[in-house]
């Protein structure tokens, strides 16, 4: 009875926070104020990123140089505080963090965060080649570095390795061969290098929205002739949808679905299958997916005020649409609020049910954005969306 009554309480509070419904301005102002708003959202979290990864490139950096007790809590702190705020950006992926093949694509997605193109056997490869040293290692292969890699480096503290038998460092007794002293040495070397190969990138994303330099906000708010990256609103428009498709695509079936032995697991549950298995922060990430969300479907200011797509579905007469949305946003959070356990996985053998809630609940959403959105909005369905046939 008590949730129920935050519930309602929440979504009064955000109606509130709404324009008054009979000023509303005409769609086609709002899809412009939209788009400006998604930029300038994206311009404060790529710098609030950017911050936190020059903080954990320091705190890697001292760690390598004095390998102590402090050091070593300082950067796995710093690694939190900048995974907290990737998750966000991870969530709301439009223009330079996609692939080059995507409208205004970069590839700096995945040279930051890789996941799930990630390896842990690759890794450990490059602790015995020492390929971090290279000069060409900010290009290496993305299984290799980013931010994947530096979790592993300072989280993980077994000495045995992932890799197969036919893998040359087993193969070939390198690894074990390797003083346990030396390969923590090298482990945290490792990381102080990946570290701030991440920092570069988060440079260039920043710099890619920076109003006084890459300025991709204004080009995603003017969209048309001229724009040949968006030549129209509604491509514009289109490509920040499917954005919103990663709730789909990778919380709810890839972060969820396959720990929880709904799909490619064949036990009643896979916690390996986790996002975050060293660090113990899938949960966290979770939690920071969906306010990355709820900033572009919402808004991105305090509270999640600011234009956001809710704005546009009641600016094309949808109010019980964007009502429906936000209430159902509300519930997710609700959901991911009531996993007692500090990550999910102690909560997928203590409680699996509220993992289980979790994934309904963002599939309560999905099926909103897979049907009533996308035709309201005459948005197009990303190629990757699957069906739910769970």
Not at 90 to 99: E, F, I, N, R, S
Not at 372 to 390: K, S
């Amino acid at each position: 009875m008590f949730a129920l009554a935050v519930l309602t309480c929440l979504c009064a509070c955000k109606e509130d926070s709404k324009p008054d419904p009979g000023n509303t301005p005409p769609a086609e102002t709002v899809r412009k104020e939209l788009l400006a708003a998604v930029g300038s959202c994206e311009q404060s979290r790529s710098k609030a990123f950017q911050a936190t990864a020059v903080e954990l490139e320091t705190a890697t950096a001292a760690l390598a140089a004095a390998p102590d007790t402090a050091n070593r809590d300082a950067a796995r702190a710093a690694f939190h505080r900048a995974m907290d705020a990737w998750q966000e950006i991870d969530a709301m992926q439009v223009g330079p963090t996609l692939p080059r093949s995507q409208p205004g694509g970069a590839e700096l997605r995945d040279n930051i965060y890789s996941w799930p193109l990630v390896s842990r056997c690759a890794v450990e490869e490059q602790i015995v080649a020492r390929g971090y040293e290279s000069q060409d290692f900010p290009a290496m292969l993305v299984s290799r570095r980013g931010l994947y890699a530096v979790e592993f480096l300072l989280f993980y503290e077994g000495t045995d390795t992932a890799c197969a038998p036919s893998s040359p460092i087993v193969a070939g007794g390198t690894w074990a061969a390797l003083p346990v002293e030396e390969r923590q040495a090298r482990k945290r070397a490792y990381a102080a290098a990946a570290a701030k190969a991440v920092r570069a990138r988060a440079d260039q994303l920043a710099d890619a929205w920076d109003p006084g330099k890459g300025n991709f906000g204004a080009t995603l708010a003017s969209p048309g002739t001229g724009n040949a990256i968006y030549p129209s609103v509604q491509m514009a428009l289109n490509s920040v949808s499917d954005g919103l498709f990663y709730l789909d695509s990778e919380m709810k079936d890839r972060k969820l679905a396959r720990p929880l032995g709904l799909r490619e697991c064949d036990s009643e549950s896979c916690p390996e299958l986790l996002e975050s298995i060293y660090a113990g922060r899938s949960k966290a990430n979770l939690r920071n997916n969906l306010v990355g969300f709820r900033r572009i479907v919402e808004g991105c200011g305090e509270g999640f005020s600011g234009r956001g797509f809710d704005d546009l579905l009641e600016a094309v007469g949808s109010d019980s649409l964007a009502q429906a949305l936000r209430s159902r946003l509300v519930a997710a959070d609700a959901a991911l609020n009531a996993i007692e356990e500090q990550d999910l996985a102690q909560a997928l053998v203590q409680d699996k049910a509220s993992v289980r809630a979790l994934y309904d609940s963002l599939k309560g959403v999905t099926d909103l954005l897979k049907t009533d959105f996308v035709t309201v909005l005459d948005l197009e369905l990303p190629q990757t969306v699957e069906g739910d046939n769970d």
